[in-house]
């Protein structure tokens, strides 16, 4: 019994050494990309700026790394004259914290060509963490594993996403709506991201021109069928809405953008934007054929003849920010998509525009390692 004990034990303590991918390295391995950009109308108030950053697995070798990837599409977006200071809100895609997961780790993991394998090497190199947190941690889903994955790297991936976005948001004197990121239902204490032991969630920051994050936490509350293995929804109506200097905001994360109960909430508490970070995944999901409401229940006004006729790209325009806004007086919108290859993941699609009420058109280009900046005048 001893022996088991002890044994046991040593696996609790046991981390495999790391060797963390160097910055120049990591740097070099992103593929150099062709920005581009599309600006809308003179501003009023000031711009709503989506950018939609080219971005690999090397880019979350650690948080300078991180960090250091966005800057290129900031900086991009400064020299254009699209980030005037107090008077701009960025909104950045779905899921872009999410593989912060990977900060800090051993450099082999960004050679492997799944994520299944990637996985796998986090899972190994801190083997005592994660058969702790396995063993004792409030797990409930029933994807285990990820789940167990996230909760070991809940608190390192809170404090580097905080880090760069907070940093990214003083640096240019601007608000950041920072898309998404998995956590266990975290708050804000302090003036500091805070994990706890409840579910993990989708959730999405904002972070004010000095630095500071909001304490009010959005957090998805219409998980799509391979997030509710292992992610749990939210109230719609308990998500806030933000007054920022071009009015007041509200954020839809991704698959809440087709719900119209996501919309009644932001006009119930007067917003006049919508920011909506999205992932759409595979590459070609865009032009398939779409299948239809995905891990929710279909909303009485959808056209139930439209499944399996109309495409992807169509569905969204149809149900998503462009065809639910006007109902809610809501004028002002902008709907981003991740982009870039992160290990077998291949994001796709087109961000979605709305300015004073009228639908923006969007060039589509299918250029490999193409990175966007979207800047409507409000």
């Not at 396995?134 to 909760?151: A, I, P, Q, V, W």
């Not at 790297?153 to 608000?175: D, G, N």
Request: hydrophobic content about 40%.
């Amino acid at each position: 019994m001893r022996w088991i004990c002890f044994s046991f034990l040593v696996i609790l303590l046991t981390n495999c050494s790391k060797t963390e991918l160097d910055l120049q390295t990591a740097l070099a391995k992103q593929p150099k990309s062709e920005i581009e950009i599309q600006t809308e109308g003179r501003p009023q108030k000031g711009y709503l700026v989506g950018i939609e950053p080219y971005l690999i697995q090397s880019s979350y070798s650690t948080d300078e790394a991180f960090y250091q990837s966005l800057k290129v599409y900031f900086d991009y977006a400064k020299r254009e004259e699209v980030l005037p200071v107090e008077r701009t809100v960025v909104v950045l895609p779905e899921y872009i914290g999410t593989w912060l997961v990977a900060s800090g780790e051993d450099k082999s993991l960004f050679e492997k060509n799944t994520v299944s394998d990637a996985m796998e090497i986090v899972v190994l190199k801190n083997l005592g963490r994660f058969v702790w947190f396995y063993l004792f941690g409030n797990n409930s889903s029933t994807d285990s594993l990820k789940e167990t994955l996230f909760r070991m790297k809940a608190w390192q991936m809170a404090h580097s996403y905080q880090t760069v976005f907070s940093r990214l948001a003083k640096e240019y004197r601007i608000a950041i709506v920072a898309g998404s990121i998995i956590l266990p239902e975290p708050k804000v204490v302090e003036g500091k991201i805070t994990v706890t032991d409840g579910p993990l969630q989708n959730v999405s920051f904002y972070f004010r021109s000095d630095g500071e994050v909001d304490e009010r936490v959005t957090r998805k509350s219409f998980p799509i069928e391979d997030e509710k293995s292992f992610i749990s929804g939210f109230d719609p109506g308990s998500n806030p809405s933000i007054l920022t200097s071009l009015g007041t905001l509200a954020t839809l994360v991704c698959a809440d953008s087709w719900y119209p109960e996501a919309y009644q909430n932001a006009s119930n508490q007067s917003a006049t934007l919508l920011a909506i970070p999205s992932l759409l995944a595979p590459a070609d999901a865009w032009d398939k054929k779409w299948n239809g409401y995905n891990g929710g229940k279909i909303p009485k006004d959808v056209n139930l003849k439209d499944i399996n006729q109309i495409t992807e790209w169509q569905a969204w325009k149809k149900y998503s920010l462009l065809g639910r806004a006007e109902a809610h007086q809501i004028k002002n919108g902008m709907n981003v998509f991740f982009r870039g290859q992160v290990w077998d993941i291949i994001a796709t699609g087109d961000a979605f525009l709305l300015q004073n009420g009228k639908p923006v058109a969007v060039k589509r280009k299918n250029l490999k390692n193409l990175g966007r900046v979207y800047a409507l005048g409000i």
